[in-house]
Structure formats: structure tokens, C-alpha cells
């Protein structure tokens, strides 16, 4: 089995629980933490007033051939040349995305509710123990969410079936949200954060293939 990991996206209140003693796999240093109610960092990223030009419509003199597709339609053209012209305009700090990678990251201090204590490197064992109360992750197709695991075909917790118990881990995350947020040229004094979202699985076999969620 290859390892379990928790996405941190959305909020979702998790109740305290007693830590199963079965295993000492993943051990952290005994310590007492409060994650029932989510977190949010205050920020203050520096950085002036973004500039975002006066003219958002592009002349259509300034219309070029090659920013045109094949097959399409003569005003589609004239859209996409407008458009192109409006976001050229659009100034800012930050970028559109953030990533990286987190060398000092700990140890999250899982614990599955009905299970226990989870430990990393993840075991046999305690993959079977998450796998046996996950269910299918579904994705959306259109304006439905749907299961189809000729599609995706991993397993997950919703949030309110783990936690994470070792406060180190919420320091991290910190730390990370810092970072993203000054990469994305974040307004200042902006109060953001990061919660548990859901707790995805994947075994032999498992995949999400790349997919259309929309056809246009």
C-alpha cells in the first residue's frame, strides 16, 4: 500500500478523542491539543495596491490572426483577441498558483476515529484498518458528483472521521500558509487558513485519471 495523506482544503469541526494505545508506530512527543475548532491565521503581506488598468476592451484594430484557432467562428475570434488584451493588462504581485515542496514536515499524528492511532511509514495493517471504513472518492462530471472507478479509483475519509493530534503539525501548515499567501500576492492584513479537508487512500491499482468536468 503506499501511503495515506490528508488534503487541507475546506473546514470541518472534529471532536477530541482518546488515543487508541494498540500501536506505537508514528509516535510524537505526549503533548495536549485543542483542534476542535478550525484555525485561521492572520496576515499581513506587504506589498502596494495592485494596478489594474483603466481600458478592459481591446480595440478591434488590435485584432491579431495568430492568437485565432482553427475553425473558429469569426466574432469567437474577436473575443478571445479582446480577452487576451484584458488579462495583459491586469498587473499583480503574485502569481496564480503556489507549490513546493515541505522538507521539514512531521509527523501529523493521524488517529482514525474506531480505529486509533495510524502510523507512518503506513503499515499493511493500518491501511486495511483505514480502508475498511473509507469509501469510494468521488469526482464531478458536469453539475453532478459521480462515482466511477474507471475514472478515479481511490478511497477516503471525510474530516470528521480523523484528526490530526500532533500540534507540530499545525505549526507546519502555518508556515505553509504563510508562504502561499505571500506567493499569491495576497491583499493585506487577509485572514486565511487551512483545514482538513478529506484523507485519501490509494492502493495497488488505484488512479484519477486526467478528466472534463465541463463540456464546452
Known sequence: MEPAHAD???SSENSPSEIDPKSDEGHWEDCETDISSPQSFPMDVDHPDNDIA???LAEEDNYDEDDASEGDEPLTRQIKSQLRNCLSKVHSLGSFASFGTCSDAVNPGIFVHGKGR???PL???DAQAISDISHAAPFGRGSETV?????RNTLELNAD???L???KWKETVEGIVIKVAKELGMPRKSTIGALPYKMLLYGKGAM???HREYDT
Do not use: C, T, W
Open 165 to 167: 493530534q500532533n500540534p
Open 118 to 120: 495510524i502510523g507512518l
Open 123 to 125: 503499515s499493511d495493517r
Open 147 to 151: 462515482v466511477d472507478s474507471a475514472i
Open 8 to 10: 487541507e482544503e475546506s
Open 161 to 163: 472521521q480523523f484528526e
Open 208 to 210: 484519477f485519471k486526467p
Open 54 to 56: 483603466e481600458e478592459v
